[in-house]
């Protein structure tokens, strides 16, 4: 039962979830308590499900692009011939941190307009650090006798990197997308004060109006996908990591 438990918890969120997204009108009791003066329960200038599906999507867009640049940057300083633009990369790849979601927001309209394109560009940013990070560790702390065995095989740089050392690390790299991702899922909502379609809209449609109900909406579905996504890249990371484990043996 103890083993089933944590299984069930997870289906049962993902269930509240979906009904909640798809019939929100099903949990307006639940809800009605958080209004005052006769206000809208249920968050009436848009779908739940379309901007949860347009909020994901901004997620999603910008972690991928994340991921293929940070690992890039990562395989190129790992290398002889990139060892030198290490600091460079750190450098850049930290830019993202060094400014608040807003300013980036704020810096990004006047060159790109309102909408999802300044959004993008500010999750970018913050989820380069934590992939870089990752697969700088993973591509630097791999066990040196596989290594030496890929070389004395006769493998070429390219047949090391594709087929020994990135399947090696990937644990490790899928850690640092799996933080990236929960830090976009959360920073998106901030995208909503320039115009993107995302969860941040019934959070602000709230605020704005004092509605703790709209609030709550927007706030706990950006919770539950974050708790959901986080808990599967940890389940597809620990696969991952005993798979490779089993091969290196």
């Known amino acids: 039962m103890k083993a089933w438990f944590p299984s069930l918890l997870r289906l049962a969120l993902v269930v509240l979830l979906v009904a909640f997204v798809t019939s929100p009108g099903w949990f307006e009791p639940l809800l009605k308590p958080l209004t005052e003066n006769n206000a809208p329960v249920i968050y009436n200038q848009g779908s739940l499900l379309t901007l949860t599906l347009l909020h994901l999507r901004i997620v999603l867009i910008a972690t991928v692009a994340?991921?293929?640049?940070?690992?890039?940057?990562?395989?190129?300083?790992?290398?002889?011939?990139?060892?030198?633009?290490?600091?460079?990369?750190?450098?850049?790849?930290?830019?993202?941190?060094?400014?608040?979601?807003?300013?980036?927001?704020?810096?990004?309209?006047p060159a790109v307009g309102f909408g999802e394109k300044p959004t993008l560009i500010a999750l970018f940013l913050y989820g380069l650090l934590p992939i870089f990070e990752n697969a700088l560790?993973?591509?630097?702390?791999?066990p040196a006798n596989v290594m030496e065995a890929a070389r004395g095989a006769g493998m070429t740089g390219w047949q090391r990197l594709t087929?020994?050392?990135?399947?090696?690390?990937?644990?490790?790299?899928?850690?640092?997308?799996?933080?990236?991702?929960?830090?976009?899922?959360?920073?998106?909502?901030?995208?909503s004060t320039v115009a993107a379609k995302t969860l941040g809209e019934?959070?602000?449609?709230?605020?704005?109006?004092?509605?703790?109900?709209?609030?709550?909406?927007?706030?706990?579905?950006?919770?539950?996908?974050?708790?959901?996504?986080?808990?599967?890249?940890?389940?597809?990371?620990?696969?991952?990591?005993?798979?490779?484990?089993?091969?290196?043996?």
């Open 66 to 109: 994340a991921t293929v640049v940070a690992v890039a940057l990562a395989i190129l300083v790992t290398r002889p011939a990139g060892a030198e633009f290490l600091p460079l990369s750190r450098s850049l790849v930290n830019i993202g941190q060094t400014f608040p979601p807003v300013a980036v927001l704020a810096l990004a309209v």
């Open 163 to 191: 087929k020994v050392e990135l399947p090696l690390s990937a644990p490790i790299i899928l850690g640092g997308i799996r933080l990236s991702v929960v830090i976009s899922l959360a920073t998106a909502t901030i995208g």
């Open 137 to 142: 560790t993973g591509l630097t702390t791999l």
């Open 202 to 249: 019934v959070i602000i449609a709230g605020l704005l109006s004092n509605n703790l109900a709209f609030i709550l909406q927007g706030g706990l579905i950006v919770a539950a996908l974050a708790v959901l996504i986080y808990d599967g890249l940890s389940a597809v990371e620990r696969y991952t990591a005993r798979r490779m484990g089993r091969e290196v043996e």
